[in-house]
């Protein structure tokens, strides 16, 4: 008789722990869906406020207008190339600027297994620079090259600007020609050409010009 007592209390004993741990596992498992419908609201929140838990500089990337080749310089009339999309400040360091500089971009055909883009910078309200950037799978720079640009040169016996224009190749051959402008001369002069291509490693290579 007493080990049966015995018995039955270890039986309820046992009971009201499975018991117990049965509420505390509805408790926990209305909890955790709790925490996961409040994630999802609070995500679905973010998208629509344009913010994403994606890696940022791959999800800018994938928004960007491509230009397609071939092309050749518009001079200061950099919209005619494309429709650029502004950069975040917070990416700006990704392509060695500071964050208060106001840059934007036009993605470019990749170079074998490289990315290629287009990056504008405002010298002053109206004069452009562009360079062009290439890029690693992350997005990481590799190398940049300026294609047009304007400089005020003091010569001593004279002044004028320099400017630099190009030609971009299907098979990215880049012609730079750089012309100088005298403030006496009514047309610029060509002074010099170089020539370059994308190689394996995504650097710019200056080549031979063939003549």
């Excluded at 039955?8 to 499975?18: D, E, I, P, Y």
Aim: proline share 3%; charged share 30%.
């Amino acid at each position: 008789m007493r080990k049966f007592a015995i018995l039955t209390v270890t039986l309820l004993v046992v009971l009201m722990a499975s018991c117990g741990q049965k509420k505390r596992d509805a408790a926990y498992y209305e909890m955790m869906v709790d925490s996961i419908r409040k994630a999802e609201q609070v995500k679905e929140i973010q998208k629509k406020a344009g913010v994403t838990d994606e890696d940022p500089l791959e999800a800018f990337f994938l928004k960007l207008s491509r230009c397609t080749l071939p092309i050749q310089s518009e001079g200061a009339h950099w919209e005619r190339l494309g429709e650029f999309t502004e950069l975040p400040r917070t990416l700006n360091e990704s392509f060695g600027y500071m964050s208060e500089t106001e840059l934007k971009v036009l993605s470019m055909p990749p170079r074998g297994h490289h990315q290629v883009v287009m990056l504008l910078e405002m010298q002053d309200s109206i004069t452009p620079a562009l360079y062009l950037y290439t890029m690693d799978s992350q997005h990481k720079a590799i190398d940049l090259l300026c294609l047009y640009e304007e400089r005020a040169e003091d010569r001593g016996t004279d002044f004028g600007k320099t400017r630099l224009e190009y030609f971009i190749t299907s098979d990215y051959t880049i012609t730079l020609m750089r012309y100088y402008q005298s403030h006496e001369a009514t047309r610029p002069e060509l002074e010099q050409t170089r020539r370059y291509v994308i190689n394996k490693k995504g650097e710019f290579e200056e080549v031979i010009i063939e003549l």
